[in-house]
């Protein structure tokens, strides 16, 4: 499958980066604050981001955005009402994501690729857009090239007209999973693995 890849602009000068996070490396390895949001609204404030390795607050990525996460940690939740990619990703919260996202790879609102993430919390997905057109789908995407993506807690999937495509490294999920109200007419799920119970409906 081919993955477009976000090319990471210039690096940004240390100034502007400290100026966007509002807090130095010293305080990002502090606990999170649940009522402190970062909006990642573009690449540059993404890369931002990555320059510094990780933050201590949740992040959100809004309606109209679409960015890429590498090699990065999120000590706190994220929230994705746009479109979120990941790789080599750690986020030791929830991930919810709402909404049908905006990005050019698909309709959804969240993709895992090529090096595994790891959510330390639950993962949520409710509202994805998508289309079917040969190649082109609209989906949640998890499909690693190396490695496999895992959730700690559980995965819900609900009300998505967006297919879910989990194929590759995949993604492994230790508590349930859950289905409901979904358009499965182009699932492929030979890369889930569910240690808990699953519930498809």
């Given at each position: 499958m081919r993955i477009r890849t976000i090319l990471a602009?210039?690096?940004?000068?240390?100034?502007?980066?400290?100026?966007?996070?509002?807090?130095t490396a010293a305080s990002a390895a502090a606990?999170?604050?649940?009522?402190?949001?970062?909006?990642?609204?573009?690449?540059?404030?993404?890369?931002?981001?990555?320059?510094?390795?990780?933050?201590?607050?949740?992040i959100d990525?809004?309606?109209?955005?679409?960015?890429?996460?590498?090699?990065?940690?999120?000590?706190?939740?994220v929230t994705v009402e746009g479109h979120l990619s990941m790789a080599s990703d750690v986020v030791n919260g929830n991930?919810?994501?709402?909404?049908?996202?905006?990005?050019?790879?698909?309709?959804?609102?969240?993709?895992?690729?090529?090096?595994?993430?790891?959510?330390?919390?639950?993962?949520?997905?409710?509202?994805s857009g998508g289309y079917w057109g040969g190649n082109a789908y609209g989906w949640t995407l998890f499909d690693n090239a190396d490695g496999t993506s895992q959730v700690d807690g559980y995965l819900a999937f609900q009300n998505n007209a967006g297919a879910l495509y989990a194929s590759g490294g995949g993604l492994h999920v230790a508590g349930k999973f859950t289905a409901s109200s979904n358009d499965m007419s182009h699932w492929t799920k030979d890369g889930l693995?569910?240690?808990g119970k699953q519930v498809i409906s």
């Open positions: 602009a210039a690096a940004v000068p240390a100034a502007l980066a400290a100026s966007l996070l509002g807090a606990t999170p604050n649940p009522s402190t949001t970062f909006t990642v609204a573009d690449q540059a404030t993404a890369d931002a981001l990555m320059a510094q390795g990780s933050i201590s607050k949740n990525v809004p309606a109209g955005s679409d960015v890429q996460l590498r090699w990065f940690t999120v000590n706190g939740n991930v919810t994501v709402t909404g049908s996202g905006s990005g050019g790879i698909d309709g959804s609102g969240l993709t895992l690729f090529n090096n595994a993430s790891h959510i330390t919390g639950n993962l949520t997905v409710t509202g693995t569910v240690s």
